[in-house]
């Protein structure tokens, strides 16, 4: 398994028995750069759903205890390849991708662990590991989008949103989060 994509782009590829041992690899690196100020390390994202086709991109959520904590994590982060952009959709959760802009192969998103966003990470994840016909819808969705975008990445994940709310909204109420 090959990870890596085109900044900017989309192509969806078969989910893979391989993206485990990929996150566990890049979570320990993770974990060895930044000690006691990650509190926890999450696979997120597509590739963290058993079938669910996804870009070749490892996401990774990683929690601080408080905000006060994120900007020590930028150095650490830098060192073992990590590019930051800070809180640039103004969430309060700084972006790091890792890789060329030719093969960005892993993102990660650094929030404390009692936002509401660190939350919504998992629980999304999490229905659609228990919910097969919302993965595949979800999966179906994302099948048409990258045709109709495949070129404009911005305009893919846009349109994504209204189903990844829609899931958030019906099962906050229920949010058993792991």
């Known amino acids: 398994m090959t990870l890596g994509l085109r900044r900017g782009t989309v192509e969806l590829r078969p989910s893979s028995a391989e993206y485990p041992a990929l996150f566990a690899q890049e979570r320990g690196r993770v974990a060895r750069a930044l000690g006691p100020l990650a509190v926890?390390?999450?696979?997120?994202?597509?590739?963290?759903?058993?079938?669910?086709?996804?870009?070749?991109?490892?996401?990774?959520?990683?929690?601080v205890e408080d905000a006060a904590r994120m900007d020590a994590c930028i150095r650490p982060l830098e060192q073992i390849g990590y590019v930051s952009f800070g809180d640039r959709e103004g969430w309060g959760e700084y972006f790091f991708a890792r890789g060329p802009d030719e093969a960005r192969t892993h993102y990660l998103h650094l929030m404390p662990v009692g936002e509401r966003r660190w939350r919504d990470y998992l629980l999304f994840?999490?229905?659609?590991?228990?919910?097969?016909?919302?993965?595949?819808?979800?999966?179906?969705?994302?099948?048409?989008?990258?045709?109709?975008?495949g070129a404009a990445r911005a305009e893919y994940t846009a349109r994504k949103g209204a189903f990844v709310e829609r899931i958030l909204a019906e099962f906050r109420s229920s949010d058993g989060v792991s």
Do not use: C
């Open 40 to 63: 926890a390390i999450k696979h997120v994202g597509s590739t963290s759903v058993p079938g669910l086709a996804a870009k070749p991109i490892l996401d990774l959520a990683v929690g």
């Open 125 to 149: 994840r999490d229905v659609l590991r228990s919910r097969p016909d919302l993965r595949d819808e979800y999966q179906s969705l994302k099948t048409a989008l990258a045709r109709q975008h």
